[in-house]
């Protein structure tokens, strides 16, 4: 059992430049979340350092640092919705073993698609923020014209942002109603 293992991680540690993250953790690409933890949770056990920390220096225990090492960068990646998708996206493309790998700059670039997609929700400019924001508040105080007003104003400096354009309809729809009430 000792040397198949042994034969295991030498294997496993040559390969791991050309594995992406799901191979490491003997994984299908649409593996759900809980697939995902169940795998890290098998290989860690198998390949925790702790295990073999009593070895001296040998080629086995650095196989096994490794290869654990992968198995939690991997499990990291993977774990995490946008970075998973942003990874699928990576090694599914053309480049797929430059990108085999998530690098800092990876996460960074996918922190900043974040950002930027949240800030393009909320809003790109500051008046179109100021101007929503404060629909926002009018509606709580329930002053629908006022909030009408104030969301077609933000809608001037953002007239593709579809969440004040989404915010708009729902407020002509309540109108709407509370007029047929009348």
Do not use: C
């Amino acid at each position: 059992m000792e040397l198949e293992f042994a034969n295991e991680a030498e294997t496993l540690a040559q390969l791991l430049d050309q594995l992406d993250y799901f191979q490491v953790l003997k994984l299908e690409q649409n593996a759900t979340p809980n697939q995902i933890r169940e795998a890290f949770h098998r290989e860690s056990r198998a390949f925790h350092p702790d295990r073999y920390n009593a070895l001296p220096a040998s080629p086995l225990k650095e196989n096994v640092n490794r290869v654990y090492k992968r198995i939690t960068e991997s499990y990291v990646i993977l774990r995490d919705d946008r970075a998973r998708q942003k990874y699928l996206a990576d090694i599914n493309g053309p480049d797929r073993q430059q990108k085999l790998r998530f690098t800092p700059a990876d996460e960074q670039e996918a922190r900043e698609q974040q950002k930027k997609a949240q800030v393009e929700q909320i809003g790109m400019t500051v008046k179109g923020r100021q101007l929503y924001t404060q629909a926002l508040r009018e509606l709580e105080q329930e002053k629908a014209e006022a909030a009408m007003r104030s969301l077609k104003m933000a809608l001037t400096f953002e007239p593709g942002n579809q969440l004040f354009k989404d915010k708009a309809v729902e407020l002509e729809a309540a109108a709407r109603a509370a007029a047929k009430k009348k």
